[in-house]
């Protein structure tokens, strides 16, 4: 599949969904951060915003769920119209059982991992996923500064995937920059997902573009 972009709308104008998402066509999915106050504290927007995002996009929806009772909650993302579902290790109770329903529901499983939580313990979970994600922040805020401690585990997950003989993504969330994307990639992510730095740009779509020469040039 190759380099991918997936940016996040969390700072985007969010009285104007539709309209932040039609300033970037050049993105490979859109990444919504779902946040519920208890898992993160922050709180953000929940299933019936994100299937009126759905239906008023061709673009795939990245559904990136910080919530506690993820094994409850993804499954309705997914009839919403999410392509890809992602949830997060630290709130799940049942990972096999959940990913298995999503993908059972058509869509991409995905896990992700807070930076304190280590890849290694789920090297036996890899094969029924089809992306990880490596945050490279605390999640619950836009703009943070990109947590360079954590680029060890997306080398380690390069590994691992390569070693099962796995085709999954490894996306990054977190700091994405036209300054770190270049370490992501080379450290061996392929999916990138970048808020402020492609919602602060004067062209959102231009800045995606930037954001994807750099990281194909480092990959
Ligand atoms: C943080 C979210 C991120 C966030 C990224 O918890 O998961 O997706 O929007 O924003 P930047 O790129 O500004 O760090
Ligand atoms: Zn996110």
Redesign the pocket.
């Known amino acids: 599949m190759g380099i991918q972009i997936t940016p996040?709308i969390?700072?985007a104008d969010l009285a104007r969904l539709a309209d932040e998402v039609a300033r970037i066509p050049s993105a490979d999915m859109v990444?919504v951060?779902v946040m519920d106050n208890h898992f993160?504290p922050n709180l953000t927007l929940g299933v019936p915003v994100f299937e009126s995002l759905s239906k008023a996009t061709d673009l795939p929806l990245d559904a990136?769920l910080?919530i506690e009772d993820a094994d409850r909650w993804a499954p309705a993302y997914v009839e919403a119209g999410a392509a890809s579902v992602t949830f997060h290790i630290e709130a799940v109770r049942a990972p096999v059982r959940l990913a298995r329903e999503i993908r059972a529901k058509g869509a991409r499983a995905s896990m992700a991992l807070k930076p304190a939580t280590p890849i290694d313990p789920y090297e036996d979970l890899l094969p029924e996923l089809d992306m990880l994600l490596v945050?490279t922040?605390e999640?619950?805020?836009?703009?943070?500064k990109f947590l360079d401690l954590c680029l060890p585990k997306i080398r380690r997950t390069r590994e691992l995937i390569a070693k099962h003989g796995l085709e999954m993504w490894l996306q990054v969330?977190?700091?994405?920059s036209l300054e770190t994307i270049e370490r992501c990639a080379d450290a061996g992510a392929d999916v990138f997902?970048?808020?402020?730095?492609v919602y602060s740009a004067d062209d959102p779509d231009a800045m995606i573009r930037e954001l994807r020469a750099k990281a194909e040039a480092a990959s």
């Open positions: 996040s969390l700072n990444h951060d993160v990136h910080m945050m922040v999640p619950g805020f836009g703009g943070q969330d977190g700091g994405v997902v970048a808020g402020s730095a």
